[in-house]
């Protein structure tokens, strides 16, 4: 894998949670729906990364009450790249497809990469993702801007890459404003910042901003990330 193509600079972050239907699930439908997904590496022009899977663990009351089961992550160079991806007919062959006869929710948020230093993914990466809505009176943009603040004083706490912004696609974020992702190179690495001094301290000093957090963990399959190496999950 190329980590170029996965750490665009200033990449557009664009996430869908799927809550697959049971029945989906024991029939085989979902494995499908996530193969016909990670086909579109090859089929739509401008889509740097995907990686489509299941959710290793849901970690926030909130991921808990919202219930995905898999999810699609995908990284564009720009907002244009990603428009296109959306109205590409082999990404609406797919999701009319596979993925909305087979799902009972879905979530979607999109956001343009604020931190200062790219974030790649790489086969067996683990990747935190956090979704958060804003307090009331508290700007999003207040937000980004004191997570780009902790973030540098944390330092790559044991590892970790990050990307975070603001959500530019309220139609459905079920309310989420605010993106980011940390990359580590294994689970025991993810595990590992559990506790860590600089982290907590991180999460202190945000946690008065926020309304609701959204938090779930994924491992990047064996080889998804490339856009000219399609996966299969």
């Known amino acids: 894998m190329s980590s170029s193509s996965s750490a665009v600079a200033t990449p557009i972050e664009h996430f869908v949670l799927f809550k697959a239907r049971p029945e989906a ?8 729906m996530i193969s016909s997904l990670q086909a579109l590496a090859t089929a739509v022009p401008g889509l740097a990364y995907i990686h489509a899977g299941p959710v290793l663990r849901l970690r926030s009351p909130a991921a808990e009450a919202l219930g995905p089961t898999h999810l699609l992550h995908s990284r564009y160079a720009t907002k244009e790249d990603l428009a296109s991806y959306a109205t590409h007919p082999a990404h609406v062959a797919a999701v009319q497809g596979h993925a ?3 799902v009972l929710d879905i979530t979607a948020v999109d956001w ?6 790219p974030s790649p993914v790489a086969p067996g990466s683990a990747v935190r993702l956090t979704l958060a809505k804003a307090k009331e009176g508290v700007e999003v943009a207040q937000l980004v801007e004191k997570v780009a603040a902790v973030t540098k004083a944390a330092g790559d706490a044991k590892g970790a890459k990050v ?3 603001e959500n530019f696609s309220p139609a459905r974020a079920k309310g989420y404003q605010f993106g980011m992702v940390a990359v580590f190179d294994s ?6 910042v559990e506790g860590d001094g600089k982290v907590e301290e991180a999460k202190a000093a945000v946690r008065p901003l926020l309304d ?3 938090v779930l963990d994924f491992v990047v399959g064996p080889a998804a990330g490339d856009a000219s190496t399609p996966a299969s999950l």
């Not at 689970?187 to 590992?192: G, N, S, T, W, Y």
């Open 100 to 102: 909305l006869p087979n």
């Open 163 to 165: 990307s975070f912004g």
């Open 25 to 32: 699930v024991a029939s085989g439908a979902t494995a499908a």
């Open 112 to 117: 343009a990469n604020a931190a200062p230093l």
């Open 187 to 192: 689970v025991e690495e993810l595990d590992a």
């Open 212 to 214: 609701e957090v959204m």
